[in-house]
């Protein structure tokens, strides 16, 4: 099954190309995984091989304009620097455009502001795929539901189907080979003594991306067969631990999560080893805290940053361990 087999089930055989507004504008948050997606059951409909569960950042994430213009070609330009056509960054993109315009009936210029560092583990990705779907959605008028947006956006990176919503959102990894069940829900969930911060350790762009550190994961590590049973198990106790508010059940099970991908990245040969000596050295610290009672734990994604995790009454204490570290809005925004 193709992506372009996907979008022509969700418009019936007939994409819209009418622009029904000048400009096509939205925002998107990113996501930060408290339970991971490391793994595909099918690397072209991007379709995981476990459910995944994260929380939006809601002032963090990507702002795509799209205009439609008369030139054959589309202009991408981030952050107010336009990009070269031959960037793998555009290439990726018009890709993407290309499954909604089959007869190449339309090109634009894409205006994207995003506020995390690119491609550095900060889910740029999520809320960028996010973002452009809106942005289409509301460009052409598609009036399509977050449901649909969310397996569309799962086409161009899986960690975007989870960016359309504020607070917990649970991606299903389904088992149709359509794809068609794996989408994005938010949970009735709110709690607003949740805290994250975020500390940058290294902002530059990753060596190896995710996609690529993924698949290499799944075929080369000895431990990724275990990884789904954990997740499972993880995944489970997380929604318990949101459900009745326990903050070390939550925070721990959550660090253990991205500690066991990153234990499977490890044992992949060539080995991938997103950590820096400087991450090692904040995790160590995290972990003598604890021993002094401070409640704080740590998620990861595919980068050197660490995100923490801490209750708002902890927040004095965290920062003064962490002078560096930038406190983000959950539910507080
Ligand atoms: C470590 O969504 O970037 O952040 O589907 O290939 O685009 P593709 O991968 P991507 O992977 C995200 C991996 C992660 C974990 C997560 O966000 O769940």
């Known amino acids: 099954m193709k992506k372009s087999d996907v979008v022509n089930t969700i418009f019936h055989n007939d994409i819209p190309h009418i622009p029904q507004r000048e400009k096509g504008l939205a925002f998107a948050p990113t996501n930060i995984a408290l339970c991971k997606y490391w793994g595909k059951r099918d690397t072209e409909l991007h379709l995981p091989v476990t459910s995944s569960l994260s929380i ?35 290439k990726r993109l018009v890709e993407f455009l290309d499954l909604f315009r089959p007869e190449k009936k339309w090109y634009v ?39 649909y947006l969310s397996i569309l956006a799962r086409l161009g990176s899986g960690s975007a189907a989870r960016s359309f919503w504020l607070g917990f959102v649970e991606w299903h990894a389904g088992v149709q080979p359509d794809g068609m069940d794996s989408y994005a829900e938010p949970l009735d969930i709110e709690w607003p003594q949740l805290c994250v911060g975020l500390l940058t350790i290294d902002a530059s762009e990753k060596i190896i991306s995710s996609r690529e550190a993924m698949q290499h994961t799944v075929n080369s590590s000895v431990l990724y067969g275990n990884w789904p049973k954990k997740v499972i198990q993880d995944l489970a106790i997380i929604k318990q631990a949101l459900k009745v508010k326990n903050f070390p059940l939550l925070g721990g099970t959550a660090e253990s999560n991205a500690l066991t991908m990153h234990a499977t990245m490890l ?28 409640e704080l734990y740590f998620t990861e994604d595919a980068g050197p940053n660490l995100k923490l995790l801490f209750l708002k009454e902890d927040f004095d204490h965290v920062s003064a361990q962490f002078p560096r570290m930038e406190k983000v809005s959950v539910f507080d925004s």
């Open 56 to 90: 939006a950042l809601p002032d963090k994430g990507t702002m795509t304009t799209l205009r439609l213009h008369d030139q054959p070609i589309d202009h991408v330009v981030v952050n107010d620097q336009a990009l070269s056509p031959e960037s793998a960054f555009v």
């Open 267 to 294: 044992s992949s040969w060539p080995p991938i080893c997103y950590f820096l000596p400087e991450t090692i050295a904040a995790m160590h610290r995290i972990w003598a805290l604890r021993r002094d009672k401070l």
């Open 109 to 147: 210029q894409i205006d994207i502001h995003i506020n995390i560092p690119i491609a550095a583990g900060l889910a740029s990705s999520a809320s960028g795929f996010a973002s452009l779907v809106l942005a289409l959605n509301n460009l052409f008028g598609w009036e399509l539901s977050h449901h």
